[in-house]
């Protein structure tokens, strides 16, 4: 089946976040949203049926997984990236960054040491401060157009804070890194020297552009917790569902107790039934949609050659990271200057951390008139 990434669907008027809530966020009503990171796509057609068969039976009581969830998440994640699990391996959780906040809890104290890469999805940040532990920051080293990871200042604060656990972003989340398995095990090393868990967020890791491979942390380390969740990949994040991988029994019964503590038990029904048809029907939609956003990157990128804004080469995810500093403002003016002169709203790199000042971050998982329409808008200004 060939699927049409072309068409453009209306959003607003859905409460959408993206594009509903501009005025509430102080952007102006006319501006074009690609900062959150959402799709402009319908989930794939036979998602769709499934979910419309379970809306028209009508019940929508408190709902279990069964073997064929199990299967499909378990299936999805042998056949596209070799790792192997077992039923009883999977704890799943309404998202990602719910199930941070409880292994913070459940694998931590208060004012343990939380290590992070910097610049970095924001809510890393807000689960480790709000939870009072202390957090570490490893920034990451940016040379000729690529970022690295700095492993001796990886290792001095390591030690010297004597940090308890590393939420690794993999790929990486702004900066677009799809982290070599090289750079995986030395950091592994590092980890299992300093006896720190680590947790592997790797919710991007079905968007891998050609020439890279992703290397899921469970190859690497068996102990490490794997979360994944079906959001980003199949624009499924209102349905509200996550699996994290964990082999280890005593990691596990630490997160069930949390989640147990917090009061959440079933997930959500229609989020069930999505992310188990997902992941059975839904990978020659994923091979195509990532076809098309390849295409929407060179279109960026040919836009970006002559331009004071830089392409920092994107290795994965649907997420641009862009170089501003030639024009040489304030992160506040640049901003303001994109939103309200480009008309164009991006995500300000300066929530990524103070290693993202100079630096916007752009959702590129829209149609391509859409995308040649941004593009537009920010020739107003380079």
């Known amino acids: 089946m060939q699927y049409n990434f072309d068409k453009i669907i ?3 008027g859905t409460s ?11 952007k102006p009503a006319d501006v074009l949203p690609l900062w959150i990171a959402d799709m402009d796509f319908p989930a794939p057609i036979e998602v769709l049926k499934d979910i419309q068969k379970a809306v028209s039976h009508g019940i929508f009581g408190y709902t279990e997984t069964k073997e064929d969830y199990d299967n499909a998440v378990i299936g999805w994640f042998s056949e596209r990236f070799g790792f192997d699990a077992t039923p009883d391996e999977i704890v799943k959780t309404p998202g990602v960054v719910y199930a941070l906040a409880q292994m913070l809890r459940a694998y931590t104290e208060p004012g343990d040491s939380v290590m992070i890469q910097t610049p970095v999805y924001y809510p890393f940040y807000e689960v480790i401060r709000d939870n009072d532990r202390n957090l570490i920051k490893n920034s990451l080293l940016y040379k000729d157009g690529k970022y690295f990871i700095d492993f001796e200042d990886f290792e001095t604060k390591a030690a010297a804070y004597n940090v308890k656990l590393f939420i690794l ?54 102990n490490a917790v794997i979360a994944t969740a079906p959001s980003k990949t199949f624009n499924l994040a209102g349905l509200q569902v996550s699996n994290m991988f ?44 990532n076809e098309y956003l390849a295409g929407n990157v060179t279109l960026v990128r040919k836009f970006l050659s002559d ?49 993202g000042y100079g630096f916007m971050r752009m959702n590129i998982a829209c149609p391509r008139k859409t995308l040649e329409e941004a593009l537009m808008r920010l020739g107003r200004i380079v």
């Open 169 to 222: 972003c993999s790929p990486h989340n702004p900066v677009g890194r799809v982290w070599t398995r090289d750079e995986l095990e030395t950091l592994n090393k590092i980890c299992e020297k300093h006896e720190i868990i680590i947790v592997s967020d790797e919710i991007h890791c079905d968007f891998v552009h050609e020439g890279h491979t992703h290397t899921m942390f469970g190859h690497i380390n068996a």
């Open 16 to 26: 959408s976040l993206k594009y509903d809530f501009a005025i509430e966020r102080g």
């Open 246 to 289: 964990i082999k280890n029994a005593q990691l596990r019964r630490k997160l069930k107790l949390e989640i147990r503590k917090s009061g959440y038990s079933q997930l959500n029904t229609l989020g069930l039934a999505a992310c188990k048809s997902a992941y059975t029907h839904g990978g020659e939609w994923v091979n195509q949609l």
């Open 307 to 355: 331009k004071k804004i830089k392409l920092i080469e994107s290795e994965g995810t649907y997420l641009l990271w862009l170089d501003c500093r030639e024009l040489e403002l304030p992160q506040t003016e640049l901003d303001n200057l994109i939103t309200h002169k480009a008309k164009l709203w991006l995500a300000n790199g300066a929530v990524y951390g103070a290693d």
């Open 10 to 12: 209306n959003r607003y």
